[in-house]
């Protein structure tokens, strides 16, 4: 099983802004991904860095877990909000390149 690391304030950020609902959802698929299969709802992130996805949660509202798989040694997340628009944010997608950008200088490939 994969260990999961949670870049910035990722974990901080799901666990303040996701409803309970969401939560254990969120957990779930992070777990499949663990387990290495793909979760329930995710569409590859263009324009964000190579084998960056989303995870899609539907519940009340529509929340984002941004994450890259590609690397042996863990599952790494980006970055998790609540998407409140049609189109994600900029700024969202700007943070998961920023922190995508640290993995990538700490020498992980």
């Given at each position: 099983?994969?260990?999961?690391?949670?870049?910035?304030?990722?974990?901080?950020?799901?666990?303040?802004h996701f409803s309970r609902m969401a939560q254990k959802e969120a957990g779930y698929q992070i777990y499949r991904l663990q387990e290495g299969y793909d979760p329930k709802d995710l569409?590859?992130?263009?324009?964000v860095g190579p084998g960056v996805r989303e995870i899609r949660i539907h519940a009340e509202i529509?929340?984002?877990?941004?994450?890259?798989?590609?690397?042996?040694?863990?599952?790494?997340?980006?970055?998790?909000?609540?998407?409140?628009t049609q189109k994600t944010?900029?700024?969202?997608?700007?943070?998961?390149?920023?922190?995508?950008?640290?993995i990538l200088k700490e020498g992980r490939t």
């Amino acid at each position: 099983m994969k260990r999961v690391i949670w870049i910035g304030s990722a974990k901080k950020d799901l666990q303040q802004h996701f409803s309970r609902m969401a939560q254990k959802e969120a957990g779930y698929q992070i777990y499949r991904l663990q387990e290495g299969y793909d979760p329930k709802d995710l569409k590859p992130l263009h324009g964000v860095g190579p084998g960056v996805r989303e995870i899609r949660i539907h519940a009340e509202i529509e929340y984002r877990i941004i994450y890259v798989v590609q690397f042996e040694e863990a599952l790494y997340i980006l970055h998790s909000f609540v998407k409140k628009t049609q189109k994600t944010p900029k700024r969202d997608l700007e943070l998961a390149r920023e922190r995508l950008n640290i993995i990538l200088k700490e020498g992980r490939t």
